[in-house]
């Protein structure tokens, strides 16, 4: 679709879904005018506001970072914010929520599984000094490059949009998936994390890596350029070298002393207080 | 740990394969270069260069070898996609032995075939 030929009306196809109605999810249809800009977001609230107030879906923030507007649009998992009607290429706009859910109601799927899994792998930073990690005194020592090796997985926003492309948890419940296992990694990656024994624990069974076998669509899809596939195929290396003996464990980035022989320049100015 | 061991035993079965493989192609496809593996000359499979490298123990338990790294990277192999098919946990354990037994008793087979083989190559009659 070119700057010229733009529509003037979007054809709307949406897959509802009422649990205490009809046991069928249906197709609705609504057409809505065309403004420049708008995304498939702006349209639901176009009919939200103006057509069917029944409608229903999640989103929050409108700008790709809260993760909450994962839909399956004109075949495809995206988020709808960051989804202009013009780049589709089509007129028609088609919105079902995303597969491999449990529908709850019309575009809302049931996460629940998706963050069961991702709990499961202990998606945070694991290490024995406690005391320290809960009231630090300073901060752990990591540089560029190790923080590098787990950057990407880091933008991961848990739109769940990788699940749902994803052909194995389409067919394995068990199968944790490319985002909790992509975030195992990340942790695991983590120079300052020493819980891979942990997490080892759920990834050396059928949650783990192991069925995965590399459609990869979970990167193709991923709206924040994350590559989980990558991710899922690190940790397979890591746990094959484990299983090998091969891996060597390193122990968990120290804090780093503050030197004493430094001093504030006169012309920064202090931090303002904490305000939380 | 099921998986992570099953995984890694792919892998090293698949590299066996690998050398394994590549020393059968090398000698049924590049017997004028590798005359050693086949004494009597003409072609590799002919009766007599069967039965010289049949009668080296190296030849016998390399027949062994690669016929339990190839089942059981095969059946593994096979196992995954068969589980691609979401059956339920009845039916999983089901393949799971079906599986295990069929490469057992072909493990069997053949290491039964490939020392009668030995037998019959170093001189022994076949019965």
Not at chain 1, 188 to 216: E, S, V, Y
């Amino acid at each position: 679709m070119t700057a010229d030929s733009k529509p003037k009306t979007v054809l709307y196809r949406v897959l509802r879904f009422e649990p205490e109605g009809s046991s069928n999810p249906r197709w609705q249809e609504y057409t809505i005018p065309y403004t420049s800009g708008l995304t498939v977001l702006d349209g639901l609230w176009v009919i939200k506001e103006g057509v069917d107030p029944s409608l229903v879906w999640r989103s929050s923030c409108r700008m790709g970072i809260c993760g909450s507007c994962g839909m399956f649009i004109n075949g495809l998992p995206r988020l709808s914010c960051n989804t202009q009607i013009s780049e589709l290429g089509s007129s028609t706009v088609e919105v079902a929520p995303l597969p491999n859910f449990d529908i709850l109601r019309d575009l809302v799927p049931d996460l629940g599984p998706m963050f069961d899994h991702h709990q499961a792998l202990s998606p945070f930073i694991l290490r024995p000094d406690r005391e320290e990690l809960e009231k630090p005194t300073a901060e752990y020592y990591q540089s560029s490059a190790e923080m590098e090796r787990y950057l990407q997985f880091s933008y991961c926003i848990k739109c769940a949009s990788c699940i749902a492309a994803c052909p194995t948890v389409a067919t394995d419940p068990v199968y944790s998936g490319p985002m909790p296992l992509a975030q195992a990694q990340r942790y695991n990656t983590d120079t300052r994390d020493d819980g891979f024994d942990i997490r080892k624990l759920a990834l050396r069974g059928p949650q783990g890596p192991w069925r995965c076998h590399f459609a990869g669509e979970c990167s193709r899809v991923c709206p924040k350029g994350v590559d989980p596939a990558k991710a899922i195929q690190l940790l397979r290396r890591d746990l094959v070298a484990d299983y090998l003996r091969l891996r060597r464990p390193t122990p968990p980035a120290a804090v780093v002393e503050k030197p004493d022989d430094i001093a504030r320049r006169p012309d920064i100015p202090e931090a303002p207080p904490a305000t939380v | 740990m099921q998986d992570q061991k099953l995984w890694t035993w792919h892998l090293a079965a698949g590299l066996v394969i690998l050398v394994l493989l590549g020393l059968h192609m090398a000698i049924m496809h590049l017997d004028a270069a590798l005359g050693i593996f086949n004494p009597s000359g003409g072609h590799p499979i002919d009766w007599a260069n069967v039965v010289a490298r049949g009668q080296t123990l190296f030849f016998s338990v390399t027949y062994v070898l690669l016929l339990g790294v190839a089942l059981f990277h095969g059946l593994y192999g096979l196992r995954n996609i068969l589980l691609e098919l979401a059956p339920g946990p009845g039916l999983k354990t089901a393949i799971s032995w079906l599986l295990i037994i069929t490469g057992v008793a072909l493990f069997v087979l053949g290491t039964w075939a490939a020392w009668k083989a030995h037998q019959v190559a170093l001189g022994g009659v076949l019965v």
